[in-house]
């Protein structure tokens, strides 16, 4: 499957973004999607998931309650809804899928199978 992301800019504190991040080539459904994120220095950081079988959604802590993650399979895209947006949430932000990915391994970027090319989100103070 590619992943296409698209959606980042330039915000200032409290604002909102919307990302996108569109799917071809595979049956869309039958993916786990996930949003990471790396700041300049930092290590890539899991932001949240949506799995492929009940839709349940992950987030790590700093974004639960301002970050909203959803699914279109008809679209083949997978959002998400950045609101109440803080200085540190600036970073690149990369899609992510896989078929097989479990419950336990979400917020390991190592063991997901493909990758988005990542949008720059920055948040002014």
């Known amino acids: 499957v590619q992943l296409q992301a698209s959606g980042g800019g330039l915000v200032q504190a409290g604002g909102s973004l919307k990302l996108s991040c569109v799917a071809s080539?595979?049956?869309?459904?039958?993916?786990?999607m996930g949003w990471f994120r790396q700041a300049p220095g930092k290590e890539r950081e899991f932001v949240a998931a949506?799995?492929?079988?009940?839709?349940?959604?992950h987030y790590t802590d700093s974004v639960k309650g301002r970050f909203t993650i959803s699914k279109d399979n008809a679209k083949k895209t997978v959002y998400l809804q950045m609101d109440s947006l803080k200085p540190e949430d600036s970073a690149v932000y990369y899609c992510a899928a896989d078929k097989g990915i479990i419950l336990s391994s979400l917020r390991h970027g190592n063991l997901w199978d493909y990758w988005g090319q990542g949008t720059q989100v920055t948040v002014s103070s």
């Open positions: 080539g595979d049956t869309f459904r039958e993916y786990t």
């Open positions: 949506i799995r492929r079988v009940g839709g349940s959604t």
